[in-house]
């Protein structure tokens, strides 16, 4: 009778605390659809706004946040945000179950500097959203997501431009790139800031094989297919160079989006970022 009594007093616990998170961290998960909505662009001088999801396919909670990100790109339902989505596969749910094939060791890295900048004591987690590199909450939980890009928005920024120059090698899917940021102007009051450029992929899927999402078919939006630093700021805030990418040759260029954005070195913050999409190669004559 008494290990039946504390059987029932543990479960207890766990559904309070299971409440409680929830309430706390996550509120209720996104239900919306990914992909069914009419595809809306930002507002014409809308404010770029970084939206990075920590996110595996080994995790069950993970596809409604997945699914959020894919409507905040596809939609942009913040006035006067330009939302620019990078879905980071972390790769410590990876096991014989399941293999995440777009999970990285570097992302979980990435995640790892947040979880210390923002001082998390509970360590990471997925899904994880972080908005700008300035505020962060579950992955699934909307209305944080629209208050953070809301607020990430009226930020200053640093602005930053990039030009696609030809294919150096059409054959070879590289491509030539010109980056441009500053000046800083009061967007940035000293110190050191990186500028990081990504390459995202739209369209992406995956149907489960094993592990916690065993049996589904999972889609994802924004998924960084490449993750590099290629500069600091300088002493004036400005930054310039020109780039030569290498594309997948399994990536689909169609959905190819280059991004460019500068983050605070210390703090993590996002100062400023812009994104173009990958366009074709001119044809050869």
């Keep these: 009778m008494r290990a039946s009594f504390l059987a029932v007093a543990f479960f207890a ?8 998170g929830r309430s706390m961290w996550g509120g209720v998960p996104y239900a919306g659809p990914a992909g069914t909505e009419p595809e809306r662009a930002a507002d014409p001088g809308a404010h770029p706004v970084i939206v990075e ?13 997945d699914r959020l990100l894919a409507h905040l790109q596809r939609t942009q339902p913040v006035p006067g945000a330009d939302v620019i989505a990078l879905e980071e596969h972390v790769d410590y749910w990876n096991s014989q179950a399941w293999i995440d094939p777009f999970s990285s060791a570097q992302f979980t890295s990435r995640q790892s500097d947040y979880v210390h900048a ?5 360590g990471p987690y997925t899904p994880q959203m972080v908005v700008d590199g300035s505020a962060q909450f579950v992955g699934s939980n909307e209305r944080a997501a629209m208050e953070a890009i809301a607020k990430a928005a009226e930020n200053p920024e640093i602005p930053v431009t990039i030009e696609q120059g030809g294919d150096s090698d059409p054959g070879a899917g590289n491509v030539r790139l010109h980056v441009q940021v500053g000046p800083a102007g ?100």
Excluded at 13 to 20: A, E, H, K, Y
């Design 13 to 20: 616990v766990v559904l309070l605390s299971i409440g409680f």
């Design 118 to 122: 923002f001082r998390l004591s509970s």
């Design 53 to 65: 999801l920590f996110t595996s396919e080994g995790c069950s909670d993970c596809p409604p946040a």
């Design 186 to 285: 009061g967007a940035h009051t000293g110190g050191r800031a990186d500028v990081v450029l990504a390459i995202t992929e739209d369209g992406l899927s995956s149907n489960v094989a094993g592990g916690e999402n065993a049996g589904a078919h999972l889609e994802h939006a924004g998924t960084v297919r490449e993750l590099r630093s290629i500069g600091r700021l300088d002493a004036s805030g400005s930054f310039s160079t020109d780039q030569k990418v290498n594309l997948g040759h399994h990536w689909k260029r169609d959905n190819l989006r280059i991004v460019v954005f500068v983050q605070d070195h210390s703090s993590l913050a996002v100062l400023g970022a812009s994104t173009i999409h990958l366009s074709l190669p001119a044809k050869q004559s």
